[in-house]
């Protein structure tokens, strides 16, 4: 069973630029997640999909940061403008249901400069 | 809020030796929770999880109990090897379907 992809793996941008993070879940996971994990810290979640609908976006800072699930399949998390304390890794996770354990991607490191 | 406490942050022992990392948790309606290992450059890979009406759970070298009186749980790694350094994360799922992460300990097992 293939895992969670995430794409792209690093990326490297000047603050209030903008940027985009790409997630393919497991085929077949109806819950979809997406968690900022600061150096040192754990993950956070920013924004939890149940097929295409949002059921939790209370930790998003909806001013800078949006996310959609088209079809409830692939998700894109989006970050305009960056600021610098946006720097951190981007976890995306899946799973079969709310309820159910959590497969994580590999992330997307992100620095702003 | 619902916040996740983690102790020690940062672990040592020798091979062979046992690990033993605690959380404790604010969601009394808290009800499933897991446990992840990430190593570097990786996302976190759950190794075990314990449900709200289990007290212990056993996979190996690795077990996790839960008190939910204390509202604590505990997991315990033995006869540890090299292969085991890595941050792991315990994490508490609330009554309203959030996983809530504690802040990790990064655990060295000395050859």
């Known amino acids: 069973e293939a895992g969670v992809a995430q794409s792209p793996r690093y990326k490297i941008i000047e603050k209030r630029q903008s940027v985009a993070f790409w997630c393919n879940p497991i085929?077949?996971?109806?819950?979809l997640y997406w968690y900022q994990q600061i150096l040192g810290q754990g993950p956070k979640l920013l924004i939890q999909?149940?097929?295409?609908?949002?059921?939790?976006d209370s930790q998003l800072p909806k001013d800078r940061f949006s996310a959609e699930r088209l079809k409830g399949v692939d998700s894109t998390l989006k970050i305009q403008p960056a600021k610098l304390e946006d720097s951190a890794v981007y976890l995306c996770?899946?799973?079969?249901?709310?309820?159910?354990?959590?497969?994580f991607g590999p992330g997307t490191r992100l620095t702003v400069t | 809020g619902e916040n996740v406490e983690q102790h020690p942050s940062t672990l040592s022992v020798q091979e062979g030796d046992s690990a033993v990392i605690k959380c404790t948790y604010s969601?009394?309606?808290?009800?499933?929770f897991p446990w992840y290992k990430q190593e570097l450059g990786k996302g976190p890979q759950l190794i075990i999880d314990?449900?709200?009406?289990?007290g212990e759970k056993k996979d190996q070298r690795i077990a996790v109990t839960l008190n939910k009186t204390a509202k604590h749980f505990s997991l315990h790694i033995t006869e540890t090897q090299p292969e085991d350094s890595a941050v792991y994360f315990c994490?508490?799922?609330?009554?309203?379907?959030?996983?809530?992460f504690g802040a990790g300990t990064r655990l060295f097992v000395k050859a």
């Open positions: 996770a899946s799973s079969f249901h709310r309820d159910y354990e959590q497969y």
């Open positions: 085929s077949g996971h109806a819950t």
């Open positions: 999909f149940q097929n295409n609908g949002v059921v939790d």
């Open positions: 969601d009394s309606a808290s009800n499933y």
């Open positions: 314990i449900r709200s009406n289990v």
């Open positions: 994490a508490a799922h609330t009554g309203g379907f959030k996983t809530i």
